[in-house]
């Protein structure tokens, strides 16, 4: 008989963390569905007590999805946890998860503290919490770098105290694989009532590390991985739900499954970098633009004889359909929502479709392929319609041998504005222009342009981070020509400071 491994999805969490990849609260219950359809157990919906839109999204999320366990996270504090409580209460299953940091430079430099008043503190979080929900998960922060004895200790005495999982966080990413194999199995070992509780993994991305230190953790015996999709999360990320899902898939001799849907992942993780704004580096496994794509010689004529000279997974398996339809300009609104669908987007609204099919029918007389990513970009560049501060027209004169000027023309509010400007190349001239418009001290900190597929009439997106008044905004912009794109990320950048 298999094992079961129970899948705790921080995308909504520890995922948006990453700076520029904050979503609203329907983004977040669009996403929250999807992760339900993938058959995630868990969904950690956020930290309520950090802000009132993280306070309402657990709500909205708990009311919006039906059978995944709805989670909050808090510090071991009692406020933080009434707040957990209040914004749980729509949900159909309701877990807390409640910790604080083990290691002795945690205990030492964030608390000031010492390992007995720790332990104190964790037990009283934990009973505290259990008298609202059944369900309470203690994480011990930095446990990749707190000594085995101690952790046992402390994972002793929340376990008694009411804990149903503990979560045993390598925070920053830095234990080996059979460091963290062996930290997992001397829990199981050490503790008296260990059998009480599910152990959980939680492991970064910073050495490179997070999947491996994952799958050596549920060998070690834990029965619960926190993952994200596509590995999203803080500084370099966190361990992939779809990497350690295909493993588990590829690897049956394991006997561990999970209730994920694998043929749902491609999509999912499709979505997720869109309404994100974060790429997915092509040579990303299992859902990477290149994960089945072989360009050496010798693979193509391997593949050609027997796909399983070089493949170990099936595309279909991870949602690659071979037989997806091809959009293209004569391809009508029925088309362009059922790839919607397929791609996770739940588009309902027919003045919404009505946007994004005109921008698609644009968009495919410029193309010869419209993609799934370009078609995922047009539903996000929709959100840009209720904008006070908007594009009307952009024209730009550059070439080799002269200086470039641009002429712009914004709409703000439902008043029109012009403006021209010379510049050192064709977005600093669209830039400047723009700038005489929007009459603030603005600083440029970051600009950066990917393609989304191959090819000179690509899609190109562009990220921008902007200092105003001394906080950054990001900004996103996707078009056929990349000094549009430039010109609308920056004015993303512009809208989200307007409405603060």
Request: glycine residues 12%.
């Given at each position: 008989m298999s094992d079961r491994l129970f899948i705790f999805d921080t995308t909504l969490r520890d995922g948006e963390q990453v700076p520029?990849?904050?979503?609203?609260?329907?983004?977040?219950?669009?996403?929250?569905?999807?992760?339900?359809?993938?058959?995630?157990?868990?969904?950690?919906?956020?930290?309520?007590?950090?802000?009132p839109g993280d306070f309402n999204s657990v709500i909205e999320i708990s009311k919006a999805v039906t059978w995944p366990t709805i989670c909050a996270l808090t510090r071991a504090v009692q406020k933080d946890i009434d707040v957990a409580v209040d914004s749980l209460k729509y949900a159909k299953r309701k877990r807390i998860h409640t910790g604080i940091g083990t290691s002795d430079s945690h205990i030492k430099y964030k608390f000031n503290s010492n390992r007995e008043e720790i332990i104190e503190r964790a037990v009283a979080a934990v009973k505290y919490a259990r008298n609202f929900v059944d369900d309470v998960e203690f994480y011990a922060e930095d446990a990749g770098r707190t000594d085995n004895e101690y952790l046992a200790r402390v994972v002793e005495a929340v376990v008694k105290a009411g804990a149903t999982v503990v979560n045993i966080p390598d925070t920053t990413g830095y234990c080996l694989p059979q460091e963290y194999y062996e930290k997992i199995k001397y829990l199981k070992e050490h503790v008296d009532g260990i059998d009480n509780a599910i152990i959980s993994t939680h492991c970064h991305n910073d050495l490179g590390m997070a999947t491996a230190n994952t799958l050596s953790g549920v060998l070690g015996g834990a029965r619960q991985v926190e993952v994200t999709v596509n590995g999203i999360g803080e500084r370099a990320g966190n361990t992939s739900l779809e990497e350690i899902a295909m493993i588990l898939k590829c690897h049956k001799h394991l006997n561990i499954e999970t209730n994920i849907n694998t043929t749902k992942i491609y999509p999912v993780s499709r979505m997720v970098s869109s309404l994100m704004n974060m790429p997915v580096q092509p040579n990303k496994a299992?859902?990477?633009?290149?994960?089945?794509?072989?360009?050496?010689?010798?693979?193509?004529?391997?593949?050609?004889?027997?796909?399983?000279?070089?493949?170990?997974?099936?595309?279909?398996?991870?949602?690659?359909d071979d037989n997806s339809i091809v959009l293209t300009a004569r391809s009508g609104r029925a088309a362009l929502k059922y790839r919607l669908k397929v791609l996770g987007v739940s588009v309902e609204d027919d003045k919404k479709v009505d946007n994004i099919y005109q921008a698609f029918l644009r968009l495919a007389d410029k193309k010869k392929d419209v993609t799934d990513d370009d078609i995922l970009v047009l539903a996000g560049a929709d959100r840009t319609a209720s904008h006070a501060v908007k594009l009307d027209y952009l024209q730009v004169t550059t070439g080799l041998g002269v200086r470039s000027v641009a002429s712009i023309g914004l709409d703000i509010s439902g008043q029109k504005f012009e403006a021209a400007a010379s510049g050192n190349g064709p977005v600093d001239a669209a830039i400047k222009a723009l700038k005489k418009i929007i009459l603030k001290q603005m600083t440029l900190k970051e600009f950066t342009i990917q393609a989304i597929s191959k090819g000179s009439d690509d899609v190109g997106k562009v990220h921008m981070q902007v200092e105003y008044d001394g906080s950054l905004y990001y900004g996103f912009g996707a078009n056929t020509d990349i000094v549009t794109a430039s010109v609308e990320a920056y004015i993303d950048c512009i809208n989200k400071f307007r409405v603060k």
């Open positions: 520029g990849c904050q979503l609203n609260t329907v983004e977040k219950i669009q996403v929250a569905k999807q992760l339900e359809s993938l058959g995630v157990d868990v969904i950690e919906a956020g930290f309520p007590i950090s802000s299992v859902v990477g633009r290149n994960a089945f794509a072989h360009s050496s010689g010798i693979h193509q004529d391997g593949v050609l004889k027997n796909v399983g000279t070089y493949e170990i997974m099936n595309p279909k398996d991870v949602g690659l």
